[in-house]
């Protein structure tokens, strides 16, 4: 048992060494830059805050895309909003949030499956019951909680506060994420676009379904401390709209809103730096601007719609 | 974007060996009844929240037949898919499908389902061609290797070949590139039959497959079905087109919560049986009597 847990610290500190390296890393890169834009980045912590702000652009820009094929926005708001009550417990009992957060919306996106399922209630009253009433009991565990200042981080995000454990953990999560969506590819691309075929060659639907919305609650979580739990949905919504506006292929859509969720990551941190403002805030602002770009300029967006395929003829 | 890398010919350059190798294979699907019967439905029942939509329906496809369902809204068609295609659950009955479970039969490949036009998100940012791998998905599932744990891009070369194929029987190969939502009415239903082609099922189910279709696409589906069904394959369809129906079946199954009558279209249309479909035993008054009347007469 003794070297079990040995080994486990170990492996764990070897993890924390990587994480060090890979920031290390960047920060090299990053000051191969004209001084003008690498300047804010000399600082160790706005380093950190760069590569977690990096992973959590990346890791939601390819999960947006199913959220917006999916029309699952309001359920991204929904469990990012259901995670405040296991953050709390989790502070609570001392235990790291992450676990707590994910535990609790995993549980809410059951628990909202199962009043859709077994009630006349429809699933947008679902969603709206359970996050509401996840995030009230959040709100009134916290109150018993002395500080406010871990809610605040909780709710709009503390990337530039972001410790080497906090990143390894964010690192891992969205890793884990990657990997399952590139794994279950097939899967995930053919119950979106047609469930009944998936069903109908029996691929196991509902095992689909809530391991998306798990991967989702994965991604929330890994996000936290980046952007915050009201602005994680602005993560998991601009970018794959953006993409969705210049493409007409999922794998291309992915990369793209990979794309749209690094930049502004970056950019948005850098900004928030010159401008000293908030910087989740910012974060979104670039992404909103970069949608807005597209809305007008895209293959799909307003002054070109309509001329990308003229209609086929048969 | 370009909208299509590939030049379509009307004489297609001689294939490979390989490639007919992936055609036949299309054309003979795995999965079909040799003189069995394909899909025995016994008594069948199924409801939701109220009273059933289908009771102790029974009947019995025989291999490479064209069936097609007729039966008003709300006569139970879309449930009997639904419990084929495995999104509903029967409360009591059996189904089985080529000598299978029906469990078996839809993990081993053999049900194909062709869509109903308002069930896809026709802007679903996903190729002509893309579409039609996803009928090879049940059969890249099964493949060992690291293979089956990665994108479809790296399918195999017989997928592929099966998916040129298939998209060439239905005249769409050279519209392989397009965006799915860039086709019309007719094209987008011959890629989603080019899919079922593809996934080498034994039997396939099509769900109104006629609606808006004009007919140049029509005579071309049918051709398609009929080599389909030449290949061993069952055809079960659904449609609200009398006619056709009538003119391209070797059944009919008039369906209205329960099996109203099941045969040869000439000895089924007849006005009583369309009368029971239509409106229900007992409930046809005269009224709705003449407006049948017209209807049989002119089928």
Same mark, same amino acid.
């Given at each position: 048992?003794?070297?079990?847990?040995?080994?486990?610290?170990?492996?764990?500190?070897?993890? /924390?060494?990587?994480?060090?390296?890979?920031?290390?890393?960047?920060?090299?890169?990053?000051?191969?830059?004209?001084?003008?834009?690498?300047?804010?980045?000399?600082?160790?912590?706005?380093?950190?805050?760069?590569?977690?702000?990096?992973?959590?652009?990346?890791?939601?820009?390819?999960?947006?895309?199913?959220?917006?094929?999916?029309?699952?926005?309001?359920?991204?708001?929904?469990?990012?909003?259901?995670?405040?009550?296991?953050?709390?417990?989790?502070?609570?009992?001392? /235990?790291?949030?992450?676990?707590?957060?994910?535990?609790?919306?995993?549980?809410?996106?059951?628990?909202?499956?199962?009043?859709?399922?077994?009630?006349?209630?429809?699933?947008?009253?679902?969603?709206?019951?359970?996050?509401?009433?996840?995030?009230?009991?959040?709100?009134?565990?916290?109150?018993?909680?002395?500080?406010?200042?871990? !809610?605040?981080?909780?709710?709009?995000?503390?990337?530039?506060?972001?410790?080497?454990?906090? /990143?390894?953990?964010?690192?891992?999560?969205?890793?884990?994420?990657?990997?399952?969506?590139?794994?279950?590819?097939?899967?995930?691309?053919?119950?979106?676009?047609?469930?009944?075929?998936?069903?109908?060659?029996?691929?196991?639907?509902?095992?689909?379904?809530?391991?998306?919305?798990?991967?989702?609650?994965?991604?929330?979580?890994?996000?936290?401390?980046?952007?915050?739990?009201?602005?994680?949905?602005?993560?998991?919504?601009?970018?794959?709209?953006?993409?969705?506006?210049?493409?007409?292929?999922?794998?291309?859509?992915?990369?793209?809103?990979?794309?749209?969720?690094?930049?502004?990551?970056?950019?948005?941190?850098?900004?928030?730096?010159?401008?000293?403002?908030?910087?989740?805030?910012?974060?979104?602002?670039?992404?909103?601007?970069?949608?807005?770009?597209?809305?007008?300029?895209?293959?799909?967006?307003?002054?070109?719609?309509?001329?990308?395929?003229?209609?086929?003829?048969? | 974007?370009?909208?299509?890398?590939?030049?379509?010919?009307?004489?297609?350059?001689?294939?490979?060996?390989?490639?007919?190798?992936?055609?036949?294979?299309?054309?003979?699907?795995?999965?079909?009844?040799?003189?069995?019967?394909?899909?025995?439905?016994?008594?069948?029942?199924?409801?939701?929240?109220?009273?059933?939509? !289908?009771?102790?329906?029974?009947?019995?496809?025989?291999?490479?037949?064209?069936?097609?369902?007729?039966?008003?809204?709300?006569?139970?068609?879309?449930?009997?898919?639904?419990?084929?295609?495995?999104?509903?659950?029967?409360?009591?009955?059996?189904?089985?499908?080529?000598?299978?479970?029906?469990?078996?039969?839809?993990?081993?490949?053999?049900?194909?389902?062709?869509?109903?036009?308002?069930?896809?998100?026709?802007?679903?940012?996903?190729?002509?061609?893309?579409?039609?791998?996803?009928?090879?998905?049940?059969?890249?599932?099964?493949?060992?290797?690291?293979?089956?744990? !990665?994108?479809?891009?790296?399918?195999?070369?017989?997928?592929?070949?099966?998916?040129?194929?298939?998209?060439?029987?239905?005249?769409?190969?050279?519209?392989?590139?397009?965006?799915?939502?860039?086709?019309?009415?007719?094209?987008?239903?011959?890629?989603?039959?080019?899919?079922?082609?593809?996934?080498?099922?034994?039997?396939?189910?099509?769900?109104?497959?006629?609606?808006?279709?004009?007919?140049?696409?029509?005579?071309?589906?049918?051709?398609?079905?009929?080599?389909?069904?030449?290949?061993?394959?069952?055809?079960?369809?659904?449609?609200?087109?009398?006619?056709?129906?009538?003119?391209?079946?070797?059944?009919?199954?008039?369906?209205?919560?329960?099996?109203?009558?099941?045969?040869?279209?000439?000895?089924?249309?007849?006005?009583?049986?369309?009368?029971?479909?239509?409106?229900?035993?007992?409930?046809?008054?005269?009224?709705?009597?003449?407006?049948?009347?017209?209807?049989?007469?002119?089928?």
């Amino acid at each position: 048992m003794q070297a079990v847990v040995a080994f486990a610290v170990g492996v764990y500190e070897q993890a /924390l060494a990587a994480t060090e390296a890979v920031v290390r890393m960047v920060a090299v890169v990053v000051g191969l830059l004209p001084p003008v834009l690498s300047g804010p980045f000399q600082y160790a912590f706005m380093q950190r805050a760069l590569v977690t702000a990096l992973v959590v652009g990346a890791v939601c820009g390819v999960l947006s895309c199913y959220v917006v094929l999916k029309r699952w926005a309001l359920l991204g708001d929904a469990i990012s909003h259901a995670v405040l009550p296991g953050v709390a417990l989790a502070y609570l009992l001392n /235990l790291p949030f992450f676990v707590g957060a994910f535990l609790s919306g995993a549980a809410s996106a059951v628990a909202m499956g199962a009043v859709q399922r077994h009630t006349r209630v429809k699933e947008d009253a679902a969603m709206g019951l359970v996050f509401t009433g996840a995030f009230a009991l959040g709100v009134v565990i916290i109150s018993r909680i002395a500080t406010s200042t871990h !809610l605040m981080h909780v709710l709009f995000g503390n990337v530039l506060g972001v410790r080497l454990p906090m /990143l390894l953990m964010t690192g891992v999560s969205g890793l884990i994420a990657l990997i399952c969506v590139f794994v279950f590819y097939k899967q995930l691309l053919l119950y979106c676009f047609d469930p009944v075929h998936a069903s109908a060659i029996g691929m196991n639907t509902a095992v689909i379904h809530y391991g998306l919305m798990l991967l989702l609650t994965l991604t929330i979580v890994a996000s936290l401390e980046t952007v915050g739990i009201i602005l994680v949905v602005a993560m998991l919504i601009t970018p794959g709209a953006t993409a969705y506006l210049i493409t007409n292929r999922l794998a291309r859509m992915m990369a793209i809103a990979v794309g749209v969720g690094t930049f502004s990551s970056a950019f948005g941190l850098y900004l928030s730096f010159r401008l000293n403002v908030a910087s989740g805030g910012t974060i979104v602002l670039v992404a909103l601007s970069l949608f807005l770009l597209a809305m007008l300029f895209a293959p799909y967006g307003i002054l070109r719609r309509g001329r990308t395929y003229r209609p086929a003829r048969t | 974007m370009s909208t299509s890398g590939y030049a379509y010919t009307k004489h297609p350059p001689a294939r490979s060996r390989r490639f007919e190798a992936a055609r036949l294979a299309i054309e003979q699907p795995r999965t079909r009844a040799r003189g069995r019967s394909a899909l025995v439905v016994n008594g069948l029942s199924a409801a939701y929240d109220g009273p059933p939509v !289908l009771e102790r329906v029974s009947f019995e496809l025989h291999g490479g037949e064209l069936v097609i369902i007729l039966g008003p809204n709300g006569a139970g068609k879309s449930t009997l898919f639904k419990i084929l295609t495995g999104l509903k659950h029967a409360d009591s009955g059996s189904v089985s499908v080529l000598d299978r479970s029906i469990e078996q039969a839809r993990s081993d490949g053999c049900i194909a389902y062709v869509p109903q036009e308002e069930h896809i998100d026709w802007q679903f940012p996903i190729s002509v061609w893309d579409v039609v791998l996803t009928g090879r998905y049940g059969l890249l599932r099964t493949e060992g290797g690291i293979r089956r744990f !990665l994108p479809a891009r790296w399918a195999r070369r017989q997928d592929r070949d099966a998916v040129e194929a298939a998209l060439e029987a239905v005249a769409m190969l050279e519209y392989r590139d397009r965006p799915i939502g860039a086709l019309s009415g007719g094209q987008k239903k011959r890629v989603f039959i080019a899919r079922a082609l593809a996934q080498e099922a034994g039997l396939l189910l099509l769900d109104e497959p006629l609606a808006g279709v004009d007919q140049r696409s029509e005579d071309l589906i049918f051709e398609v079905l009929q080599s389909a069904k030449e290949a061993g394959r069952t055809l079960l369809m659904v449609t609200h087109d009398l006619q056709s129906a009538e003119e391209h079946a070797d059944r009919l199954l008039l369906l209205n919560r329960t099996v109203v009558a099941f045969g040869t279209p000439d000895t089924v249309l007849t006005h009583d049986n369309l009368l029971q479909m239509y409106h229900g035993a007992g409930l046809a008054g005269r009224r709705t009597g003449e407006r049948v009347q017209e209807r049989s007469r002119e089928v």
